[in-house]
């Protein structure tokens, strides 16, 4: 049995904040993956038996029966999956997760919550129950969307942190800070203050992660990789700030990370999970 992954942009208000709803069932590739930091918060509902993450500083795997939510994090961290898996989860856009939370993106930052710490245990239980009993992965979807809706909420400051978000997107976090601080007429702290707010991340390190995603997704592991001049071209400083950066995203060094993206396309060509999570098994 492999895996089933069933996709779709979700209908509006909430297209504005999220990328994707998805289904996922079957046997993962390996038991326990490597998911490298990315600008993109995470809300997975569980419907098998529980997961583990070792996330942030951590050196425990934690368990979540009911699923987790997590906002933009900092450096890479561990999924451990139950094989067989069955889950429908959400990929936000950097500013999306906070209108579903009771709390500051922040407190999410590399300290992944449960869905019952975030939406209570009457919401979060009556969710499962719908969706353990739906048809087909897209009534499920359906259930998942209408969720989010009954949390949906204002919050001040999304449309300033939404603009200057999709400003450092659109550049692959080149764009310089200071002058997106003063196209949008506010101070540094201010903006850093509702940035970590929504996104648990200050315009830095966000327009880090997009630098740093944006480059490795670039890197074609089939062909040999000149690390200098890639470093060079996607503005480092030089080679050894680049693998800094490298070890602190992903967990490996470049030339780790390459051999294990060269094992995960030998072992499971064209797998519909290729692409970002790497063997950590």
């Given at each position: 049995m492999g895996v089933e992954y069933v996709s779709r942009v979700p209908r509006a208000p909430l297209d504005d904040l999220i990328h994707d709803v998805y289904y996922l069932v079957g046997r993962p590739p390996y038991r326990r993956l490597t998911l490298p930091a990315a600008p993109a918060p995470l809300l997975i509902v569980n419907l098998g038996a529980p997961f583990h993450i070792r996330a942030g500083k951590h050196l425990e795997a934690a368990e979540y029966a009911d699923g987790c939510v997590v906002s933009t994090p900092t450096r890479s961290w561990e999924f451990g999956y139950p094989i067989p898996s069955r889950s429908v989860g959400v990929h936000f856009k950097p500013w999306g997760l906070a209108p579903f939370l009771p709390m500051a993106a922040a407190e999410l930052c590399d300290r992944p919550a449960t869905?019952?710490?975030?939406?209570?245990?009457?919401?979060?239980?009556?969710?499962?129950?719908?969706?353990?009993?739906?048809?087909?992965?897209?009534?499920?979807?359906?259930?998942?969307?209408?969720?989010?809706?009954?949390?949906?909420?204002?919050?001040?400051g999304l449309v300033l942190v939404r603009h200057v978000s999709t400003a450092i997107a659109a550049t692959g976090g080149t764009v310089p800070i200071g002058d997106l601080i003063a196209a949008g007429g506010v101070s540094s702290t201010y903006l850093a203050?509702?940035?970590?707010?929504?996104?648990?991340?200050?315009?830095?390190?966000?327009?880090?992660?997009?630098?740093?995603?944006?480059?490795?997704?670039?890197?074609?592991?089939?062909?040999?990789?000149?690390?200098?001049d890639l470093a060079a071209r996607a503005g480092y400083f030089d080679q050894a700030h680049f693998g800094h950066e490298f070890r602190e995203f992903t967990g490996f060094t470049p030339t780790r990370y390459v051999e294990v993206r060269r094992r995960f396309l030998r072992e499971h060509p064209g797998h519909v999970l290729d692409g970002w999570p790497l063997p950590a098994d």
């Open positions: 869905i019952e710490q975030v939406w209570g245990r009457p919401a979060t239980a009556e969710l499962r129950d719908q969706l353990a009993t739906a048809a087909e992965p897209h009534q499920m979807l359906t259930l998942l969307e209408e969720a989010l809706m009954r949390q949906l909420s204002e919050i001040h203050r509702r940035f970590k707010e929504i996104i648990g991340v200050t315009p830095k390190r966000l327009a880090r992660a997009h630098r740093f995603s944006t480059t490795v997704l670039a890197i074609d592991p089939a062909e040999p990789i000149d690390w200098a």
